[in-house]
C-alpha cells in the first residue's frame, strides 16, 4: 500500500481556528482534501469545481477554495 503523501500550505490560515501554517494537502482519488493538522477541520474538493475556478492565461495545478 502506497503512502499518501501530505503537503503543507505555506502561509494559509485555516478557515476554523485562524492558526497559520497548519494546512495540509493531499490527493484520495481524484479529490483534493485540505486538514488542519490544530483543529482537525476537513474539507475536501472534486476535479470538476477545481476547473472551473481556472483562468486560462495561468498555469494552476489545483486551487483550494475553503469557504
Do not use: N
Amino acid at each position: 500500500m502506497a503512502t499518501t503523501r501530505k503537503r503543507f500550505i505555506a502561509g494559509a490560515v485555516c478557515p476554523q481556528c485562524k492558526s497559520l501554517d497548519t494546512l495540509t494537502l493531499w490527493a484520495e482519488d481524484q479529490v483534493e482534501v485540505v486538514e488542519c493538522i490544530k483543529c482537525g477541520l476537513h474539507k475536501r474538493q472534486t476535479d470538476e469545481l477545481v476547473s472551473k475556478a481556472l483562468r486560462p492565461e495561468e498555469q494552476v495545478i489545483g486551487i483550494f477554495d475553503p469557504k
